[in-house]
């Protein structure tokens, strides 16, 4: 739920082989989207809606390295969840 409401968005990349979207926000300029952009990424985390969003900033200089870390950072937190999981189970 959204807002009290059903709301279906749909991401503009789906990485299956992650499991994780990519959205690209390409409307910085305006501050109504990235008002939007920025509720949409609340709704994310509290779903638990795993991915990354870039802008056009993020393809200059070392950007695409970044994207490589900011992916690497959100599997390594799903790896944390998994063992700190089967620890709390007495594993």
Same mark, same amino acid.
């Given at each position: ?24 926000? #390409? ?6 989207? %990235?008002?939007? *952009?920025?509720? $949409? &990424? ?20 070392? #950007? ?6 900011? %992916?690497?950072? *959100?599997?390594? $937190? &799903? ?13």
């Amino acid at each position: 739920m959204d807002r009290e409401r059903t709301r279906t968005w749909y991401p503009d990349f789906y990485r299956p082989e992650y499991g994780m979207i990519v959205e690209y926000c #390409g409307m910085n300029d305006d501050p109504g989207y %990235r008002k939007r *952009v920025e509720h $949409k &990424r609340e709704v994310y985390r509290e779903t638990g809606t795993e991915g990354v969003f870039r802008n056009e900033d993020s393809f200059q200089g070392d #950007g695409p390295g970044r994207i490589l870390e900011q %992916r690497e950072e *959100v599997l390594q $937190k &799903r790896m944390d969840r998994f063992y700190r999981r089967g620890t709390r189970m007495g594993r």
